[in-house]
């Protein structure tokens, strides 16, 4: 389905990037709306959209006014829209489809379009992606840490987020800047746009619930085999192969997984190798000497990264040495001092019990006293930190632990649940905390569930 000048659109859910999408339809679709499902758009925000002629509401429209209906796959399918939608016949697209179809208007010609979805790995599969690609092109990344330009070595834009629509915000921001590139590497939550020219599922592993628990979240990151445009390729983990069953045969398949398995096309081997078999192309990748940083904690990046590599026709000896030369991303697993103090920096978007249990494991083999700040600054990043994962995690490793500094209104009520457990409002606060809790050569590890 395309949009055409006649048709009247409504998107739903601005908190998520409906509200850019909606300012994009505008000049395209002959009507549009746009409904605040959340409630969380302030009163000027919604006048700067009726301002430019976008029809605002925070209550449900009738379906049937439109012939076409926006909405994000998390969106609860209960939403009176779009059940009043089904019933009446009337097309859905998701925001990522609409976005696909926007993208088609930009001027793309000779450039190269990487979408990264998955549960866990994907800014560091951009990152390390964007470090091997960029010794020999001009690469332009947009990660939850930022629209990055990798000649320049600079942030273009802070603060967007890995929403579909976000795509759209950083080309348009890349565009602005009059930056050149050739190719463009882009975080995306649940799924692609259709849009790429390589295609990457870095994992569905821990999967969880979405749209209220009435769909899973691998069934939306199926939207990057399903969209895919033909003749594009697919990188894929092979957990989502075996999950998915079988693909498409008009686009390339590369499997990958971190762990031995000759039956996929790239796969890491141990820690000191990644071996790949592509067609005639075979061999084995040494991997770094891990300073800094927990390579474990980066497997399937690495893994995930050599194999979008190499179907870019990069060499093996080029991705060995950006391997080499990589030393951790900020708030993934990355070893720093802090005022004389061991920093192990695992907050992130994607941060959850069980790779904080990872963490602590790492830190407890450094063998010093550690100090943990833990918790989230948001609940909404990435359906936030379960504060009844965390209380089962004190009961389990307070014991291991000097101190606990949880971070987080919803972390409160679980301060009194145990000694040397205290609380702070932000990361920030809590690791100036922590800093008081220790002494130097201490460890403070960090593990709160933010946008960084």
């Known amino acids: 389905m395309h949009f055409k000048s006649s048709s009247k659109v409504a998107v739903l859910d601005l908190t998520h990037g409906g509200a850019v999408i909606a300012r994009k339809l ?21 006048d700067a959209l009726e301002n430019y002629g976008i029809r605002t509401s925070r209550e449900p429209l009738n379906a049937s006014d439109f012939d076409i209906i926006i909405a994000p796959v998390h969106l609860d399918s209960n939403y009176p829209m779009l059940k009043d939608a089904l019933l009446n016949n009337i097309p859905v697209l998701s925001h990522h489809e609409a976005v696909g179809q926007i993208l088609s208007g930009y001027n793309l010609k000779n450039k190269t379009l990487v979408e990264i979805t998955g549960t866990k790995a994907k800014t560091s599969t951009a990152i390390l992606l964007a470090g091997i690609l960029s010794g020999g092109k001009k690469v332009v990344s947009h ?20 929403t579909p629509a976000s795509v759209l915000s950083a080309l348009d921001a890349v565009e602005e800047s009059g930056i050149e590139y050739d190719v463009f590497i882009s975080e995306i939550s649940l799924g692609g746009t259709g849009c790429a020219d390589i295609g990457v599922i870095t994992t569905i592993a821990n999967d969880y619930k979405i749209a209220s628990g009435t769909r899973l979240a691998s069934d939306a990151k199926r939207q990057m085999i399903l969209n895919a445009k033909p003749k594009s390729t697919l990188v894929i983990n092979n957990d989502a192969l075996r999950f998915f069953g079988s693909c498409r045969r008009d686009v390339d398949i590369i499997s990958f997984t971190d762990s031995v398995n000759a039956s996929c096309n790239v796969y890491y081997e141990d820690e000191k190798t990644i071996a790949y078999y592509l067609g005639k192309k075979h061999g084995r990748i040494a991997l770094p000497l891990a300073q800094g940083y927990d390579i474990t904690a980066y497997k399937t990046a690495f893994a995930c990264a050599t194999a979008a590599a190499l179907t870019m026709n990069t060499g093996a000896d080029a991705i060995g040495r950006a391997l080499c030369e990589f030393s951790g991303a900020e708030g993934r697993m990355k070893k720093t001092t802090l005022e004389g103090r061991t920093l192990i920096d695992n907050s992130n978007s994607g941060m959850d019990i069980r790779v904080a249990e990872k963490a602590l494991d790492f830190s407890k083999a450094q063998g010093d006293r550690i100090v943990m700040v833990f918790g989230e600054e948001a609940k909404e990043v990435c359906e936030g930190l379960d504060p009844s994962g965390v209380e089962l995690f004190i009961q389990k490793h307070l014991d291991e632990l000097a101190a606990l500094v949880l971070v987080g209104e919803r972390m409160k009520p679980l301060v009194n649940s145990g000694k040397n457990i205290h609380y702070a409002q932000s990361l920030a606060a809590g690791i100036e905390l922590a800093k008081k809790l220790t002494h130097e050569k201490d460890i403070i590890l960090s593990c709160v569930k933010c946008f960084r």
């Open 143 to 162: 990660t939850s840490r930022g629209t990055e330009d990798w000649s320049a070595g600079k942030v273009i834009k802070k603060g967007l987020s890995i």
């Open 26 to 46: 505008k000049n395209i679709v002959s009507e549009i709306a746009a409904v605040d499902v959340y409630k969380t758009l302030g009163a000027r925000e919604l």
